[in-house]
């Protein structure tokens, strides 16, 4: 279930901006006709009906869940429309999947590769609008961890982001305010973020000149290791270097 939280008073970090332009977000409820839906999206719908037909769901009951309509979760299931990636953040948690696994799993129907590597090229991987630009999944299949490429310049924070699985974010270019919960952070070109799983989540453009992003989560089945006792419930424990 995602939390809400006020969002803290407005920054004045300075930094460069980065090299890249951010793309402009897809419309969440973009239709289009079956021949021209692309393949990523197609697959991601089926893969997101299989998934509700398992845990006995129905459209409406999922509906009821996400707090998205029954007839775009129906044009969603058929490719003929794609989620922004707060919707589908709203739909993994509904279907106790996430995000990166629901994208993965569009890159080839969740079947896992036969060899030891896969490449996804510079066009491939599945893509989706994200608060101001566009997220873009760098793996597919049965990979353990999931990284993923953000482009963006939203001026305002969204909703927070919680999963089980850590993750770990790195500033390519630009800059970003990244809100924590009970801690902001600035971070520039160069700079790393990691993060325990349940950490709420979620980021800015504090000069709305756009940054680039590459964010690795581990796989959900790769979240249930052992770890040092108390570590995975203690969030308090920080450490800037």
Excluded at 218 to 235: L, S, T, V
């Amino acid at each position: 279930m995602l939390t809400q939280m006020s969002p803290a008073p407005d920054a004045t970090l300075a930094c460069v901006p980065g090299r890249n332009e951010p793309i402009a977000p897809g419309e969440e409820k973009e239709q289009m006709s079956e021949a021209s839906a692309g393949s990523h999206q197609v697959r991601l719908g089926r893969q997101i009906r299989l998934l509700r037909q398992e845990q006995g769901l129905t459209l409406v009951a999922l509906a009821t869940l996400t707090r998205l309509s029954h007839p775009f979760l129906s044009q969603l299931e058929r490719g003929l429309a794609r989620p922004s990636m707060s919707s589908l953040e709203r739909i993994a948690t509904a279907l106790h999947s996430s995000q990166s696994e629901l994208m993965a799993r569009a890159v080839d129907d969740g079947v896992p590769a036969g060899p030891a590597f896969t490449v996804v090229r510079a066009d491939g991987g599945t893509e989706l609008p994200a608060p101001g630009g566009s997220a873009r999944l760098l793996v597919g299949g049965a990979a353990r961890f999931h990284p993923m490429v953000y482009v963006g310049s939203n001026p305002d924070f969204e909703e927070y982001y919680r999963h089980p699985e850590d993750e770990f974010v790195h500033v390519i270019s630009g800059c970003i305010e990244v809100d924590l919960g009970n801690r902001h952070l600035d971070l520039a070109a160069g700079d790393s973020l990691y993060y325990l799983g349940g950490t709420p989540h979620r980021w800015r453009s504090p000069d709305g000149n756009g940054y680039r992003l590459l964010a690795v989560k581990e796989a959900p089945n790769a979240a249930g290791r052992d770890r040092p006792d108390g570590m995975r419930e203690d969030h308090g424990a920080q450490n800037v270097v």
